[in-house]
């Protein structure tokens, strides 16, 4: 039998679902790939964005610390979340959300444009905060 290599070009912002067909001819049909999404360890898609959870603990809500988020283009982002000003008024809650421009999915169509990554804090609670 026949044998051919179809090279199929994954283009920027492409979400899960995409249909590509390739055009049969002599004894080959058509034929139709659907893009599947690989989940990532540490990175949610929504839409054009990208969702992490940073899980910190009740005393990191009062800042001071650095995160580091590895992208999937290969670069890294970091932060630094400041201690705060009134010590007894914590600078994250649980929940919070902090949004990064441009660091998201590319967006299909639009050249060197890309969605937001969005960063929620949410607080482990420890056990011995818990009342019984």
Known sequence: GKEKIYTIPIKPGWKAGTKITF??????PNMTFVVEQLPHKFLRRDGDNL?????????????????????????KYS???????????PVL??????????KGMPIKGELDKRGDLVIEFRVRRSSASHTT
């Open 51 to 75: 969702q992490y959870t940073c899980w910190i603990s009740e005393s990191q809500t009062m800042g001071g610390i650095h995160i580091t988020i590895p992208l999937p283009t290969g670069e």
């Open 93 to 102: 809650s649980n929940g919070e959300k902090l949004v990064i421009p441009s």
């Open 23 to 28: 055009k049969g001819g002599d004894d080959i």
């Open 79 to 89: 932060r630094t979340i400041p201690k705060a000003a009134d010590e007894s008024i």
